[in-house]
């Protein structure tokens, strides 16, 4: 194949490439060439022929359009390196990219002719569409986003996964990932262990998506959900006519899982007559519905999980050894978060992409961030999903700090609650700012011009309904027309007519000039 071509292709549709940055490229020996939609880029790289070509990618904070756009060019991995731009805070985004065959993550505001100079020279000595073993330990620091090589094999295993929610960047994780992938060729029943809210459902799609089976389905059950007849019945289904009711025949997920994966969570809540069933389906392979006579053959792999001690449930009684050797043919373990800190921030940065409205560009304070990886996490990935919630709710400006941190440690919110004034507060807009309009001496003053004096007969509907009746009034007699009341206000025209109607039934001397 021949050298790499010296232009580069430029595709970011939220900006464009500036003169300046034109000449930074031109200072590590390349020219960049714009590309607006998906069709110029396509054309461009059919234009390369068997030149080696290089795609500069920046897609803001969409994941789905980072995977899209590396997705569309599979057809020409072995020919175009992609370079991905991602901002510091979107530790996810360089995950996904590196796992979905970016050659090299650049920070969107690292544009020094040495940053671009390695990211070139990663460029011309990978091949094209290979995965890179980088971002395996990367965190979030106080400095911004950090990605470096951990130059093991698991990490570039790791980033091959093609289940979008992983999360597994420490190396603790990237081992057991890498194991994860390798027991998923074979097709052996596996049992994963851990905590609650740890992964291990995440762990079972690896295996699923990771193995030869990835195009069947991947059926679940917590055991732990139903009583037991339904859990057979949810399991193994049943005839048409086998009991009272049965007026159809019923799949179980035994039947709807051929050809892919069947997912066991909870395993250890099975009650024991059922475990003696399951048993005897794992070692025949093969099931008879309930009500039928005919066996049917089954070909499937067999995933499960549990967070008890299995060996002592056996020791007690309430788990057949036979069944555990029978599940247990490879055991992975999935360690609690405190035990892979490497993953918090990563998650972190995961969940706030998730729950982000709109546009809105969340950042995690370095103070922050320490009292996120400092906290044990007893409550795992779950509990991290809480606080992060938590803390978008209590955050007005997207920026988090440690006062936005609520967590289930005997503080919930107390820094928080210490922080707040004891001032009444306007409601405001989604983004928890009051719009600046509502700022005005002239609007505020007949709401809060005084303390509000309660009595017997002072309602809190009496006191909400006379006020919002002063900022309107205030609101008209400031504003040249209604529309620029409204905006004042921070609502609609619409609603500004409504709520006048309203205030005109209820006192039609005060609002009558309006």
């Not at 549990?306 to 056996?314: D, E, G, V």
């Not at 936005?404 to 009444?424: N, R, Y």
């Not at 009595?455 to 006020?467: D, E, W």
Request: net charge neutral; charged share 20%.
């Amino acid at each position: 194949m021949k050298n790499m071509s010296s232009t580069a292709l430029w595709l970011d549709p939220f900006r464009s490439l500036k003169p300046a940055e034109q000449v930074l490229l031109g200072q590590a020996g390349v020219s960049a060439s714009m590309v607006c939609t998906y069709e110029e880029l396509e054309a461009s790289v059919a234009q390369l022929g068997d030149q080696r070509g290089l795609l500069v990618l920046g897609l803001g904070s969409d994941i789905d359009l980072l995977i899209e756009a590396l997705q569309l060019l599979q057809s020409a991995k072995d020919r175009v390196s992609v370079i991905c731009r991602v901002e510091r805070r979107h530790l996810e985004l360089a995950v996904a990219a590196m796992r979905h065959g970016a050659c090299h993550v650049l920070a969107a505001d690292d544009w020094s002719a040495q940053a671009w100079r390695k990211a070139l020279d990663c460029a011309k000595t990978q091949a094209p569409g290979a995965a890179q073993p980088v971002a395996g330990a990367g965190s979030v620091q106080s400095t911004g986003l950090s990605m470096h090589k951990p130059g093991s094999v698991g990490a570039s295993l790791a980033l091959q996964s093609g289940v979008r929610s992983v999360v597994f960047v420490d190396p603790v994780s990237i081992k057991l990932l890498a194991l994860a992938q390798r027991v998923a060729q074979a097709q052996v029943a596996v049992l994963i262990e851990g905590p609650t809210g740890s992964g291990k459902e995440v762990l079972a799609r690896v295996l699923h998506e990771s193995s030869p089976c990835a195009d069947g389905p991947f059926v679940g059950l917590n055991c732990a959900a139903l009583p037991e007849h339904m859990i057979e019945d949810m399991l193994f289904g049943h005839e048409k006519g086998a009991f009272t009711g049965a007026v159809k025949d019923h799949r179980g997920l035994f039947e709807q899982a051929q050809g892919g994966t069947i997912f066991l969570d909870e395993v250890g809540e099975l009650p024991i007559a059922l475990q003696a069933k399951l048993l005897r389906v794992l070692q025949e392979r093969s099931l008879v519905k309930l009500g039928g006579e005919r066996a049917i053959a089954l070909n499937l792999r067999v995933v499960a999980a549990t967070n008890k001690n299995l060996r002592l449930a056996i020791e007690q009684r309430e788990f057949r050894e036979d069944l555990y050797f029978r599940l247990s043919t490879f055991k992975l373990r999935v360690p609690p978060v405190s035990e892979r800190t490497g993953d918090i921030l990563p998650i972190v940065a995961r969940l706030l992409a998730r729950y982000q409205r709109d546009d809105q560009a969340w950042s995690v304070s370095p103070a922050a961030q320490l009292r996120l990886l400092s906290y044990p996490w007893p409550g795992n990935v779950r509990e991290i999903e809480n606080v992060v919630q938590r803390a978008m709710v209590l955050c007005g400006d997207c920026h988090i700090d440690t006062q936005h941190l609520m967590f289930d440690d005997g503080a919930d919110g107390a820094e928080f609650l210490s922080s707040l004034s004891h001032q009444p507060v306007l409601p405001g807009p989604p983004s928890c700012q009051l719009p600046s309009s509502l700022s005005s001496p002239s609007l505020l003053s007949p709401m809060f011009g005084g303390e509000v004096g309660f009595t017997a007969g002072n309602k809190l509907q009496t006191v909400v309904k006379n006020s919002e009746q002063s900022v309107i009034r205030s609101a008209l007699e400031t504003s040249k027309n209604k529309i620029e009341a409204a905006q004042k206000l921070g609502i609609s025209p619409r609603t500004l007519r409504y709520k006048m109607a309203q205030l005109r039934d209820n006192n039609p001397e005060q609002l009558a000039s309006a």
